[in-house]
Nanobody, 121 residues
Framework: QGQLVESGGGSVQAGGSLTLSCAYTLKYVPCMTWFRRFTGKEREGVARFYNGYPMYADAVKGRFTISRDNANHTLVLQMNNLKPEDTAMYYC??????????????????WGQGTQVTVSS
């Protein structure tokens, strides 16, 4: 079974930046996505990378950048101009079905353990 391991979370003041990384060992991963979960709520999509194209949730457009390094099997989320409302647990997820790439969490069968991001005002 494949494995996803996130790193790079932490605490930062509003306006600051953090870079999250997700190291993966899966061989075929057409769709990889960053999700986040606010306390007491279900996970929501943040940014996804499908067949070389990124897509972002409206809440993070212009501030977050997703990229993928296939040679090093790493998915990266660069987060700039962070806001207190970005405080959440961030997860890396992979959909290996090859049927597309969506925000629906039930379509992802591989998840990392999560990394906490805390933004103070």
């Amino acid at each position: 079974q494949g494995q996803l391991v996130e790193s790079g979370g932490g605490s930062v003041q509003a306006g600051g930046s953090l870079t999250l990384s997700c190291a993966y060992t899966l061989k075929y991963v057409p769709c990889m996505t960053w999700f986040r979960r606010f306390t007491g709520k279900e996970r929501e999509g943040v940014a996804r990378f499908y067949n070389g194209y990124p897509m972002y949730a409206d809440a993070v457009k212009g501030r977050f950048t997703i990229s993928r390094d296939n040679a090093n099997h790493t998915l990266v989320l660069q987060m700039n101009n962070l806001k207190p409302e970005d405080t959440a647990m961030y997860y890396c997820a992979a959909d290996t079905s090859g049927k597309g790439c969506s925000w629906h969490i039930h379509e992802y069968h591989y998840w990392g353990q999560g990394t906490q991001v805390t933004v103070s005002s």
